[in-house]
């Protein structure tokens, strides 16, 4: 079993910034690929970032330039850094872990964009 917990949410002025973390414990396999995806209200989730086991990232078009995804191997964690927020960055932003072909998913951090 895979259990991870995400911090780092909270309420913050447009143009701020949030840094969201998410421990990732039990039966870790390698490799792996890390992410993040939000649910904004009224919508589905959505993907933001991932990164696998090397490093490659990827982001959504929303979120470049302004988003960075980085990972820690050895602490098993998995970073968002969130600059230059907007309101409609607001969302329950999810981390998830992709091994051995399963998909498993933290309980969420609620991030709120004030204009």
């Known amino acids: 079993q895979v259990h991870l917990v995400e911090s780092g949410g909270g309420l913050v002025q447009a143009g701020g910034s949030l840094a969201l973390s998410c421990v990732v414990s039990?039966?870790?396999?390698?490799?792996?690929?890390m992410g993040w995806y939000r649910q904004r209200p009224g919508k589905q989730r959505e993907p933001v970032a991932s990164t696998n086991s090397a490093g490659i990232t990827s982001y959504a078009d929303s979120v470049k330039g302004r988003f960075t995804i980085s990972r820690d191997n050895a602490k098993n964690t998995v970073y968002l850094q969130m600059n230059n927020l907007r309101p409609e960055d607001t969302a329950v932003y999810y981390c998830?872990?992709?091994?051995?072909?399963?998909?498993?998913w933290g309980q969420g951090t609620q991030v709120t964009v004030s204009a």
């Open positions: 039990g039966e870790i396999a390698s490799p792996n690929r």
């Open positions: 998830n872990v992709l091994q051995s072909r399963t998909l498993y």
